[in-house]
C-alpha cells in the first residue's frame, strides 16, 4: 500500500517521525498543517510535502489522504483526532493518545462510529526488539514473571512555555516520559490493582518527576520512575523465577537487549536497526492495519490504551497532578 | 592516637578495609583471626599485622588491642561484637550491625553496660562528599527536600555457598546492598511512616532483588531498589522543591556529585579521594571517638543504627524476607 499521511504538527517528533517515513518504500507525506504558515512550509519543503496549511480544518479537505498523524501538544490530540475520525480518515496519535481516559473513551467512540483506524503511537511497542522480549517470556526463558524496574529521565531545558513545562499544554514528566515505563509494565503485567505514586512539583506546576509503584495480580511490582530534572539511565529490567531481561538505556529506544539466566552468563545482545529513527515500524503498522480495514491494531489495541490512559490517571490522582482539562 | 587494631574475618572486605588502614599515619593491624590459619596468616603477612590466629576467642586475649573490626558474615555479627564489648574491645562492624533489631539491641545494651565504643560500618557515611550533601540541603540549597531515589544492582557471580547467596550466612541483596539505599533516605528524612516494598526469591532463598516505596512523614518518598542479579545505574538522586542533588554512580562509594538547581545549569563535582578505597574516613572516624571516650559515634550513633535495622526488619516483613535467626 501507499501511505500518503498527513501531519498535525511539526515539532521535534514531526521531524522524527518524517524522516523515517522517507525509509518506507511508496510511502510519503502529502500535506503538513500546524499554526505557523511558515513553520508548515519550512517542513513541507523538508520533507517533499506538497502542501503547507496553518489550519487543521483546511487539512482535512486535502484529497487522497491515507491517514494523517497527530504530534500537535497533548491538550490537542482528542480534538484533533476526533476531528480526522469524523472525516473518515484514519489516525496515528502521538501517545498520551489524550489527557485522560473522558478523552480517550470519546476518541475510540468516534473511530467506532466512522469505522476509521485509530492507533496510538507509542512507538516503542512496535520495535522489533521488544517482539523479542514477548517472545522470551512466552517461551518462558526467565520463568514466571515477577516484577518490572524501568525508569525515563532527563535534564529538559527549562522553558515555562515549553511543552514539557506548561500545564496548558499538558506539560509534565509523567504524560511526555513516564508513559514509558507504566506501559511496559502493563504491556507485561496487564491491570494494577494497587497503585502508590507521588509526583515532585516543578515551579510551573507540572510534574517535574514521578515516583511509581503499581502492584499486580499475583504480587507482581513494577518500579517505575520518570522525571525531566535529571538525565538518569533509563533503563528497563525485567526479572522472572528463572532470570532477567536487562533493556539496554535508553531502553525506550530498544537499542539492544540482553537476557541473563539465573546461575549462568549467557547474554544475548539485539542491535538496533541504523536505518531509521524507529518511527517507521509504527508508521508500517498503520499502513497494514489500514490496508486490511481494521480499526485497531492488535499491537497497540484499542483497549490497552484505554488501560494505559485509566492507569495514568490512577497514577495522577494518588500523585496529585491535575490539567484543567481534567 | 596510635590505633593498633585486630580483625575478624578476611574476606574481601578485611582486604580492602586493611588497605585502607595502611594509609592512616600511626595506625596498624596487630592481629587477625579467621577460621583458616592459613587465611589468616596470609592476611597477616598481607599487612604486617604480627598475629594470625584462627580463633577469635584468642584474638580476644592479645594485648594492647584499641579496636576490633567485626567483617565476618553477617550472622556472626551480634556474637563477635558481644565477645569484644564483654572483653571492653571497642568494635567496628561491617554493616548490617546484625540480622535483625533484637540482635542490634542486644549488642548496643552491651556497648552501654561495658561503656565502650560500637558502631556500624557504613562507610558511606563517612565519606567527605556526604558531608557536602547535608551541608547544601542544610543551607537551602535544593530546597525542601521531597524525594530520594537510589538503587544498588550488580550481576553477582552465582555461588550458593558464597555470603551474597546463602541464607545461614545471612545472604541476599537487601542486607547487603539495599542497606544503601536505606540507609540515604533515612539520613535523610528519618522514620518512615508506611513501607511497601517486595522481593524476588532467588534459588538459594534468599532475596535477588528488593523493590521499595518508603512514604515519610509530610509526603517524603524514597524509591529505592537492591539487586544481585543485573549491573544496574546505581546513582542516587535527592529531589528538592529548588533543585536536585545527583550523586553518581556508583552513589555509594561517593565518586563525584553534582548540584542541579531549577532553571540554572549550574553544576559541581567533587571527586573521590584517590588516595584511599574510601573506607579510611570510617577508621578515623573510629580513632577520634576512642581517643574522645565514647561509646558511639555521632554521625552513626547507635540510634540510627537502631532506625536502620528497624526499617530493614519492616522492609523484610514486607516482602516476606526471612532467616532463620529471626
Known amino acids: 500500500m501507499l501511505l500518503t499521511g498527513a501531519l498535525f504538527g511539526c515539532g521535534r517528533i514531526a521531524h522524527k517521525f518524517a524522516d523515517d517515513i522517507q525509509t518506507i518504500p511508496g510511502a510519503g507525506i502529502s500535506a503538513v498543517a500546524t499554526r505557523s504558515l511558515q513553520k508548515a512550509r519550512f517542513f513541507a519543503k523538508a520533507y517533499n510535502a506538497p502542501k503547507a ?11 487522497g489522504l491515507d491517514a494523517i498523524y497527530i504530534a500537535t501538544p497533548h491538550v490537542l490530540h482528542a480534538e484533533n483526532a476526533i476531528m480526522c475520525l469524523n472525516t473518515k480518515i484514519p489516525v496515528l496519535c502521538e501517545k498520551p493518545l489524550a489527557m485522560n481516559s473522558r478523552e480517550v473513551s470519546q476518541m475510540i467512540a468516534s473511530a467506532e462510529a466512522n469505522n476509521t483506524f485509530l492507533m496510538e503511537a507509542l512507538w ?8 523479542k522480549v514477548l517472545k522470551l517470556i512466552a517461551a518462558g526463558e526467565i520463568g514466571e514473571l515477577i516484577s518490572v524496574n524501568a525508569d525515563f529521565g532527563f535534564a529538559a531545558n ?18 511526555d516520559i513516564g508513559i514509558y515505563p507504566v506501559f511496559l509494565a502493563l504491556l507485561l503485567f496487564g491491570k494494577p490493582e494497587h497503585i502508590e505514586a507521588s509526583a515532585i512539583p516543578g515551579s510551573t506546576n507540572v510534574d517535574s518527576s514521578c515516583d511509581m509503584r503499581l502492584k499486580f495480580p499475583g504480587d507482581k511490582i513494577a518500579l517505575l520512575h520518570s522525571t525531566i530534572l535529571s538525565d538518569t539511565k533509563t533503563e528497563a529490567f525485567i526479572f522472572g ?56 491494531s492488535d499491537a497497540m489495541p484499542h483497549d490497552f490504551s484505554t488501560l494505559l490512559i485509566e492507569t495514568l490517571d490512577r497514577i495522577r490522582h494518588k500523585a496529585g497532578i491535575i490539567y484543567s482539562v481534567d
Open 53 to 63: 496549511l496553518d489550519s487543521y480544518e483546511a487539512l482535512l479537505g486535502v484529497k
Open 124 to 131: 516503542t511497542r512496535f520495535m522489533p526488539p521488544i517482539n
Open 158 to 175: 527549562f522553558n515555562p512555555e515549553g511543552l514539557l513545562f506548561d500545564p496548558a499544554l499538558g506539560g509534565g514528566s509523567l504524560l
Open 241 to 296: 523465577s528463572k532470570g532477567h531481561i536487562h533493556i539496554h538505556s535508553r531502553w525506550h529506544e530498544m537499542t539492544s537487549l540482553s537476557l541473563h539466566l539465573n546461575e549462568t552468563d549467557e547474554v544475548w545482545h539485539f542491535d538496533k536497526d541504523e536505518s531509521c529513527r524507529g518511527y517507521r515500524f509504527e508508521a508500517e503498522e498503520v499502513m497494514t492495519c489500514i490496508e486490511n480495514g481494521k480499526i485497531g
